[in-house]
């Protein structure tokens, strides 16, 4: 997994790590998720919000991914103690959002731009 850190809009760090099994499947958080489900055609780009339901940052974040057009999977960590297990987890910082793409790439924060060179990556054929 690639971890991008950002903080007020600002790329700070990029650096890679490699989580074991290469999925979440077996701590996969569902009480307290919203799908928001959009077609397209975005080569299976699967982007699951961890955040929860007052943070504005967090409706930013869906809404950047919603415009072009993502499958979204929202968890709610207040609400969701599993969820909020999985988080912390994979994040150690503190704060929403936490977005995971893909089971893979990791940003902690709401940037824009750290979304947007993770999945213009992907998109340049880098398989998920």
Known sequence: MKRI???????LL???????????????PAAG??????AGDQQDIKVEIFGTSWCPYCRKATKFFQDRGLTIVEYDIERDHQ???VKNRLDRQRGVPFILINRKY?????????YEMILKKIREGESS
């Not at 998720?33 to 959009?38: G, R």
């Not at 990791?106 to 750290?114: D, K, N, R, T």
């Open 14 to 28: 990029l650096c890679g790590l490699v989580f074991a099994g290469g999925s979440l499947a077996a701590s996969d």
């Open 106 to 114: 990791a940003i902690h924060g709401y940037s824009p731009e750290g």
């Open 33 to 38: 998720q919203t799908a928001v489900e959009s």
């Open 83 to 85: 969820a909020a297990a």
């Open 5 to 11: 850190f950002s903080g007020t809009g600002l790329l």
